[in-house]
């Protein structure tokens, strides 16, 4: 009954703006440091996710676009994308857009009229460096960025760390949604491919108040592709060749759009064969291999647009236990095998999204709802290699179904001030199939209250908003009461209330201050509350608590940013104050001659400083350098376990526009230094520092008539030898891989309607 009205009033709101009047964007993009137009060039208006593209003579227009403040991002190869804040009232808006040549691809400057940045720090990764960058997977991607790491476990299986924080402290979400994938357990890895994104954002530091719970270290934003430009029709092949995995990597991909309708369509698939470390000995069980398909359908009509998009993502990773480590490095197998006899990983991954939009006046009403399935299985293997029947557990299997939803109203009070209330909530379920159950059934609801008030002015902005979250976690017994491997059934419910302020000041036209305080909560996972049980690879009998109560994080925030043409600079230093921070604690306890781990609460901080320079030496020669520390100590003084250790990264850059029939050439030679680990934790080892060389070249070019875009990264050029502090194979007494060398071959093609 409730679903039915609000279906009412939603079909109320469409009908009441659908005679709405429409006005045009319209204007020229040009080169800011020539003037000539800029063909070719994306804009995108964000709101009602349409494309359109400027011609010859650098023109575009923007139609039917109804009355609102809307985000547009413009975009073109070999220039700095920019974002511009655009007010429609009533009547056509035309602009003159100048791009500017230079690279500079760590994060896109905000350009309007206001000149007012976010409080917060962000960055992202960009669809052409996911292309070639050589990494294996989009966690490794990332850590291209200042104060981001990754938590490995070989090449394939990976998640994100964000300022020392990962697993259920980082939100990861798709196109703004809530995505899950039972990633509580360490080796868990993210389980999404490169294919047909945008771009991958990270928002640092607690992001509860936009993003919900268990962003209290940062959110991962993964952002599809976007449209075809109106009426075109494009397609594009992507293949990229690993010599190290010995590895192959390929997707198609294909778009249309016309006045109100747009469509997508992306498959593909990748092998890899076990890597190598430095002194080319193989790493065993590192193998991997999966397949996804994605596809996505957008509408816009007068003052409504929506979009459905669905993705599917098939995996399978082989996982290396330390018990079986030595007897694999001394199995004789081909260097080609790429069977998963041992111990692996299936993954299956359905999700859906449908997001939708509605435009009434100064009023925008905005109403999504997402839906996730993972089916996990961990298998043991079927072969002599690995311990028989009668010593092993049995397998695992997990179905966990989340559905997802928010709705939104935001009211434009001024071209310069926003005001927005919401609600999201969260309804998941996870259900055991196999012999072996790490944590129980279980369901889970969560829901929210949140408002959320936006300034700018010519230099001065803040952004302030409160929300009051209810999480609710109910589980199912299992067991026999008092034996070994109980879990009592669980009810428990959670409530917390939380904000953010941020401020940014402008001091002049290239000098930028701000400041962020940001609150954020987790709820104890369900393997904090409700562990016990042998957790088989690493040989821990681990036991949770149930009396746990909610992480609860306090941060600040400060950062100077400088911009100019020859030179920028972004320098931030945060604390996060943590309370009950929950972790993973040895005792001297014993079962069955297996140590006995529990996972304990205590106050925690974290403190760090990230930096990043960029400097033209000359018009086409550029030089950076970014840095990141984080330290992470418990109320006892006690250093935090898992905290990456200090990086410093160069890199220095040559971009050639156009040389005789070559187009947009570049070279990168860039040295990511590790120094050596010394803050360490209870039952931790120290890390030597490194040093990892890595080689960048890419051109594009025509042939027959046809354009393409060839990329080659040599990875760890020199066949470094070295153990990364994060990399969970480290305790193996495994190496990360050595040299690699990636060759990525695009092939766009464009698909007249005509």
């Not at 409160?466 to 059934?489: C, E, F, H, N």
């Not at 160069?650 to 010394?678: P, Q, W």
Request: aromatic content about 12%; overall charge neutral; proline content about 3%.
């Amino acid at each position: 009954m409730i679903l039915k009205r609000i279906l009412y009033i939603l079909i109320f709101f469409f009908a009441a703006g659908s005679g709405y009047s429409q006005v045009t964007f319209s204007g020229v993009i040009t080169d800011a440091g020539n003037g000539n137009p800029v063909s070719d060039a994306n804009v995108y208006v964000r709101e009602i996710r349409k494309s359109f593209s400027s011609d010859e003579e650098g023109k575009f227009s923007v139609t039917e676009l109804p009355d609102g403040v809307f985000n547009v991002n413009v975009s073109c190869l070999n220039y700095q994308s920019v974002n511009l804040l655009v007010e429609i009232r009533g009547k056509s808006v035309y602009m003159e857009i100048r791009l500017s040549s230079y690279e500079y691809s760590t994060e896109e400057i905000l350009v309007t009229e206001t000149q007012v940045d976010k409080p917060y720090q962000s960055d992202k990764i960009i669809s052409t460096d996911l292309e070639k960058n050589g990494s294996t997977n989009i966690s490794d991607a990332v850590t291209k960025l200042p104060g981001v790491y990754q938590l490995s476990t070989g090449t394939g299986v990976s998640k994100p760390v964000i300022r020392g924080l990962y697993g259920n402290r980082v939100g990861i979400m798709i196109n703004g949604m809530r995505f899950d994938n039972q990633q509580w357990q360490d080796e868990h890895g993210l389980v999404q491919s490169e294919n047909g994104l945008d771009n991958v954002e990270i928002i640092k530091g607690p992001s509860s108040l936009l993003y919900g719970p268990e962003a209290i270290g940062g959110v991962m934003n993964i952002v599809e592709e976007k449209p075809a430009p109106v009426g075109k029709s494009l397609a594009d092949f992507n293949m990229k060749l690993f010599s190290n995995t010995l590895g192959l990597s390929s997707n198609v991909g294909f778009k249309g759009s016309e006045r109100n309708f747009n469509w997508r369509l992306r498959f593909g698939g990748e092998t890899h064969a076990d890597y190598l470390d430095g002194n080319s000995d193989r790493v065993p069980q590192t193998r991997f291999a999966g397949y996804d398909v994605r596809t996505g359908f957008g509408y816009t009509k007068s003052n409504f647009a929506t979009s459905l998009d669905y993705s599917f993502t098939n995996y399978i990773f082989g996982i290396l236990e330390q018990a079986e480590f030595e007897r694999e490095k001394t199995k004789s197998e081909s260097r080609f095998e790429r069977s998963f006899g041992g111990p692996h990983h299936v993954l299956a991954v359905h999700n859906l999204s449908w997001q939708n939009s509605l435009f009434i006046g100064k009023s925008k009403l905005k109403y999504n709802f997402g839906y996730v399935f993972n089916d996990r299985q961990e298998i043991e293997g079927n072969d002599d290699r690995f311990l028989p029947d009668s010593l092993q557990m049995g397998n695992l299997g997990m179905k966990l179904n989340t559905f997802s939803g928010d709705l939104a109203w935001g009211y434009d009070i001024s071209r310069t001030s926003q005001l927005t209330f919401g609600t999201q909530g969260y309804y998941q379920t996870n259900r055991n199939y196999g012999e072996r159950v790490i944590i129980p059934d279980a369901n889970t609801k969560q829901f929210s209250l949140l408002a959320d008030y936006k300034y700018s002015h010519t230099k001065f902005g803040t952004e302030l908003g409160l929300r009051y979250d209810v999480l609710d976690v109910s589980s199912y017994g299992r067991g026999i009461q008092d034996s070994a491997g109980y879990m009592p059934p669980l009810g428990k419910t959670y409530g917390t209330l939380n904000g953010a302020l941020g401020i940014t000041y402008r001091l002049s036209g290239n000098f930028l201050l701000k400041g962020n305080l940001s609150s954020g909560y987790r709820a104890p996972n369900l393997a904090e509350l409700l562990s016990n049980g042998l957790h088989e690879g690493t040989r821990r009998y681990e036991i949770g608590n149930r009396d746990f109560s909610t992480e609860q994080s306090y941060n600040g925030d400060a950062g100077v940013v400088v911009e100019s043409r020859y030179f920028s600079l972004d320098i931030s230093a945060y604390y996060n104050n943590i309370h009950n921070y929950i972790y993973l604690n040895p005792t001297t306890e014993t079962i069955r001659g297996d140590t006995v781990y529990r996972f304990v609460q205590s106050d925690a901080s974290l403190k760090g400083v990230e930096a990043d320079v960029y400097v033209q030496l000359m018009k086409w020669l550029t030089y950076r350098i970014t840095f990141s520390t984080v330290t992470g100590k418990r109320s006892d003084g006690a250093y935090l376990p898992l905290m990456p250790a200090d990086r410093i990264t160069n890199s220095l850059r040559a971009d050639l526009k156009k040389y005789k029939s070559l187009e947009n050439s570049y070279a990168e030679v860039s040295v990511t230094s590790s120094l050596k680990k010394s803050r360490l934790g209870e039952n931790e080892y120290t890390a030597s520092a490194y040093n990892i060389v890595n080689l960048y070249l890419g051109t594009s070019f025509r042939f027959e008539g046809q354009h393409f875009n060839i990329s080659l990264a040599c990875t760890n050029l020199f066949n470094e030898i070295y153990a990364d502090f994060l990399s969970r194979l480290r305790t193996f007494g495994a190496n990360n891989i050595g040299r690699n060398i990636v060759l990525s071959v695009k092939i766009p093609f464009n698909l007249s309607y005509n």
